[in-house]
């Protein structure tokens, strides 16, 4: 895990996997934005949001992509309570 103020990065799959759970958020591939498909594409979905064009994953097929595509796990060091919604992340290539 790498810290940068309050963002945290991270590869970790035990650290994603549970940042995920304790929010009860699934992974999902994004199979079409705006009318184009989309490869690989990965986000995960949370109990109140439902977007079509998006394909349920297991674990190993999201870090299955998750580590082919080279992405970093990025999210904010704060508590969930302190902000509305404490489900802020992104996925982006890795810096290492």
């Known amino acids: 895990m790498i810290r940068d ?8 799959h035990k650290d994603i996997q549970s940042w995920a759970e ?4 699934r992974p999902v ?9 989309i490869q ?12 079509p ?3 349920d994953l297991s674990w190993d097929e999201f870090f299955d ?11 904010e060091d704060i508590a969930d309570e302190a902000v509305e919604n404490g ?6 290539p890795r810096k290492y």
């Open 40 to 51: 690989d594409r990965v986000r995960f979905r949370f109990p109140e949001d439902e977007y």
């Open 22 to 25: 304790a929010r009860s958020a």
């Open 87 to 92: 489900n802020i992340y992104q996925f982006q």
């Open 5 to 12: 103020k309050s963002r945290i990065a991270t590869v970790d």
């Open 65 to 75: 992509i998750f580590d082919r595509s080279r992405l970093e796990f990025v999210f």
């Open 29 to 37: 591939r994004v199979k079409k934005f705006e009318s184009e498909r």
């Open 53 to 55: 064009g998006e394909k």
